[in-house]
């Protein structure tokens, strides 16, 4: 039986392939091996959990404020020794992390086609995100099967080249995720979620589990936004909860020691700003369920959050994520605290425009990419 390699480096591509990995195994046509870099520990770990995998392959390369080079050089070296040594007929890459670039390198290097789940996205700006939109650029020149989760990523592909019989469309994996987790979190439970979370019980009490509450989730870990941008961002959501007496912030916060040092500094000790842990991902689901609404960096929480009726503001100067902008989901805010706090504020104040931007149809997939993937995929490969 053929073998199909997927690589997972980091918490998203995890969540992304997770419902893949599903399919594969429910058909039986192909033996699936989940292959971790180990980019990430803790929350690579904590993602696995929520989907019950366990990687056939730990090449554990995660160090402590990993430079950008040196992981690289690492998950070339070690993809190059696995892919030596198992042969799998192809490999899946998804996303554009570091995991993904060196991936696809590794195995072009060793005669092995690659495909590439959410294909095609783009900003055109090679610096933002950094250094996301070169590894998904250098990754689409290495694939052989581009799997786009909307008509725009493909027309960008078409765009740069490549041939359209290699672009599928698919929707984003992100939603099979989604819709799973989703039907199977109605027993969770306020109080021992926030408690698994490090949540303060007067936080649970007046936002989490009081019923007409108003409260925001907040993420955020962008590498282009370190410095200024995270200070910016972190006083713009302080002065937001000071002008608006009843609100509350909830952020689980990353753990790249870069983005946790500014956030605790800057957001630390107000009552109404619970800083949590990061979230396995059904609670992760559950809080962006009942939230008022979303702040984030993310690229996947922007594909995710339309789903459960949340409008996103976006701490970016830019997305590749256009079609949540068309449709008015979500809305760019950068990083400048006085822009912050007006969107925000917008959200929480006019009733009208918080209905409208709660009521869109979710442009990144239906719920059936993954299906689409590995039907592709198993005929590919046979
Ligand atoms: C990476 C990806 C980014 C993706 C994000 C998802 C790259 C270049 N960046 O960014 O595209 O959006 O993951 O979260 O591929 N750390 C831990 N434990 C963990 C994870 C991270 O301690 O489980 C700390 C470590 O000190 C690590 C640092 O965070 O060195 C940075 O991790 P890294 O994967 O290099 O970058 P992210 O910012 O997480
Ligand atoms: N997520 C999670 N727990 C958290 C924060 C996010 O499970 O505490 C999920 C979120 O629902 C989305 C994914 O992780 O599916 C996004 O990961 P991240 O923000 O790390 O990366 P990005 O999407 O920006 O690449």
Redo the contacts with the bound molecule.
Sequence with gaps: MPSLALIVG???ECIKLAPVVAELRRAGKVRPLLVSTG??????NQALGSFGLKPDIDLGL?????S?PE?TSRVITGMSAWLAEAKPSAIIVQ?????VLGSALAAFYAGIPVAHVEAGLRTDDLSS?F??EM?RRVTSTLARWHFCPTEQAKANLLREGIPAVHCHVTGNTVIDALLATRAHIGGLEAAALGARLGIPPAFIASHLSAPKSRWILVTG?R?ESFGPGFENLCIGIRHLVDAHPDLGVLYPV????RVQEPVRRLLGGHPRIALAAPAAYEDFVWLMDRSTFVLTD??GVQEEAPSLGKPVLVMRDNTERPEGLAAGTSELVGTDAARIVAAASRLLTDPAEYSRRSQLRNPYGDGTASARIARVMEAAVQ
Aim: glycine content about 10%; cysteine-free; overall charge neutral.
């Design positions: 980091t918490r998203p980019q990430h520990r803790e929350l690579l995660m160090t402590p404020g990993q950008l992981l996303g554009d992390t570091t995991t995100p250094p996301e590894n870990h590498r990353h753990l790249n020691p993310s690229g």
